[in-house]
């Protein structure tokens, strides 16, 4: 699919900035094409970024992170702010086919034009989805979307990532979505900031409980995503964390933090994307491998000399 | 911690190859400590590897695998095979506190001299769980362990590279696992090979059913891990997956493929750690990062000159 180049760098800035629809669509394409030009882009806008309030929600596939965020969408609208919406969950209705429910109240969202909502997929990143994500991210904060909700499963190194750039992590849970709240208290799964649940859950409170450490307690909000049963107090709990993080100084720390751990994703997922290039296109690579194969050299002495060759690495 | 260099390259081998428990237990201790001497041990050993079976058990935290490898250990002992496990989850009951029943389970294979059980630290490898857990795999492989249970939760890149080097991989699944469920149904986790659940699940069948192009239909085994009910009908299946792959020469194929994905995802991990370390020692590299905290530089910008200085990639 040839990208028709009807923007120049300039004018899909400019057009970026304005917040027209058209630019933004384009924009994220190109981040999602690794294409030169959104990577050209982005480098002139980050200088404005940085005004965005990125609000992650994460939770089990299925448990209804975009019923829920539909309807955040819905309440901060009611404020009049603007809003920007990425999804990377590949179960998501915003992504896929969706119930009838969740279609319905997705449209009225598609036909605000203060609010742009974009899936991205999930494959063909030269950084990951870490790099797609927090690219586009950065497009609809330069765009002057007030606040950004990046929607994605909780678990997986790649998602980790994505979620790593939020200011804010809500997590969802369901009666039955036990899985998650094992993974909360094996330590798989990070603290989040506000947990939406549509029950209480022991458990939960029992797990967040063991990290007395922390300054800010995550909340736990009873929440129920389809019929919108208290999602302004779940938001309400967002803006005390928000202004929790701002009153101590923290926002700009994590920001900072978070920030680095983006660079260090994208750079570790560029590493090994390359990796994996240089081992198929060198046939001296390839018989390394072969030999692992074979039994001959063991695994790890063809990792060294395979760093070695593609990153002029030695005994890393 | 200093470890005590009663073992030399020669003596801990031979060790090794005799099957001696401290010969073993010292071997997986320096593949932990990422000891040079691990390196050259297992460098040394893996021209005889090969023979072990690799049976992967996944599934969430707190499922129950720990108790389920425990009686199909007791299932396979009666067939006079030697085993090996290795446990990178965090809350197996193999790693830390557990349930009195499981404890009295797995004190019987411990004192089992054919059975060795090791759980492996989730920090501090230098190229991550994948690297030390396929370093273990291989010790016990040239210990002469028939049979290697690999116990890890399902979720988790980490996760997903640990697992891959199984040659069967068993999901244990429980009522109200749905978020393991949903990351099937998502294409999140990948289709297992054999599935041990307390009752048919009909959600687990029609994920299944989607993927109608397996020449291997992956069986369903109604187990209680706790009673050891079905256990023996679950070992069957493995045993049919690992006839199936045998019979149709796929066994070496997905032998080669699995070396290929460690030797990747061993080499990546380094890299990424190479990364961090250059990035902290480097006061031009510490520089760039803080450029892209004060959003003077892009995220992307700054990606692209470590790589260039890091691994000395350019356009990567």
């Not at 004018?11 to 690794?34: K, P």
């Not at 990046?150 to 992590?169: H, N, Y």
């Not at 700009?252 to 994307?273: D, H, I, T, Y």
């Amino acid at each position: 699919m040839a990208a028709r180049r009807d923007f120049t760098r300039e004018s899909l800035a400019a057009g970026v900035r304005a917040g027209d629809r058209r630019a933004l669509a384009r924009a994220i394409t190109l981040v999602e094409n690794s294409d030169p030009l959104a990577y050209e882009v982005v480098r002139d806008l980050y200088p404005e970024t940085g005004s965005a309030y990125v609000v992650g929600v994460t939770g089990p596939p299925g448990v209804g992170k975009s019923s829920l965020i539909s309807t955040l969408v819905r309440h901060v609208r009611e404020q009049n702010r603007s809003v920007g919406v990425i999804t990377v969950d590949p179960s998501s209705p915003f992504s896929q086919g969706a119930l009838l429910g969740d279609r319905i109240r997705l449209a009225d969202h598609f036909l605000d034009p203060e609010v742009f909502i974009r899936s991205m997929g999930s494959r063909g990143h030269l950084g990951g989805l870490a790099e797609a994500s927090l690219q586009a991210m950065l497009v609809l904060d330069a765009a002057g979307k007030e606040l950004v909700f990046l929607e994605t499963v909780g678990t997986g190194q790649g998602e980790v990532e994505v979620i790593g750039i939020a200011d804010t992590v809500v997590l969802v849970l369901m009666p039955g979505s036990g899985d998650s709240i094992q993974a909360l208290k094996a330590g798989i799964m990070e603290i989040p900031d506000v947990i939406a649940a549509k029950t209480m859950l022991n458990e939960v409170r029992s797990v967040l409980s063991l990290d007395k450490e922390r300054a800010w307690k995550p909340p736990i909000v009873l929440t129920e995503a389809l019929s919108g049963e208290n999602v302004p107090e779940l938001w309400e709990k967002v803006e005390q964390h928000r202004a929790f993080l701002e009153g101590e100084g923290l926002l700009e720390q994590r920001r900072r933090e978070n920030l680095a751990g983006e660079v260090f994703a994208v750079a570790s997922a560029r590493a090994k994307a390359h990796l994996e290039r240089a081992v198929g296109d060198d046939p001296e690579l390839r018989r390394l491998l072969g030999e692992v194969q074979s039994r001959k050299l063991d695994p790890l002495s063809a990792v060294r000399e395979i760093m070695d060759k593609v990153f002029k690495v030695s005994g890393a």
